[in-house]
């Protein structure tokens, strides 16, 4: 991992994602953790699209939710308030950029800002 990539992971991990679980309307993706076992919930930006809900990862395979995600599909994700369970699926052959431009342009700015390895998720969500 290179210096940007550390210097934004740390970032993340220690500052913002602890301020942004606490925003009631955030949204949120939680995962099983591949060792613990344990929930792991991790502020995301996306979209929802009928019963499906877009993302796309800043790190790819090298994210720690990715990770998780290849361990355990079987997913939440919180959105306007609501939990929603749902299947996520890795979309390495989808374009992340154009993806992007049908996000929301805030996250999508940030993700193309210091994003180095960008993966497309598609959450087929239950209800």
Request: glycine residues 8%; charged residues 30%; hydrophobic residues 35%.
């Amino acid at each position: 991992m290179d210096l940007r990539d550390r210097l934004t992971t740390m970032t993340q991990k220690w500052v913002m994602n602890p301020l942004m679980r606490l925003v009631p309307i955030q949204t949120l993706l939680e995962t099983t953790g591949r060792k613990s076992g344990q929930p792991r919930r991790t502020p995301v930006g996306g979209k929802r699209v009928g019963n499906q809900f877009w993302l796309v990862s800043e790190f790819g395979d090298k994210s720690q939710y990715v990770r998780n995600i290849k361990a355990d599909p079987r997913v939440r994700v919180r959105v306007g308030g609501r939990w929603h369970r749902g299947t996520a699926h890795l979309l390495p052959d989808d374009d992340p950029q154009a993806r992007l431009r049908e996000l929301p342009q805030l996250n999508s700015m940030a993700v193309r800002a210091f994003g180095t390895n960008l993966l497309t998720i598609r959450i087929d969500l239950d209800d």
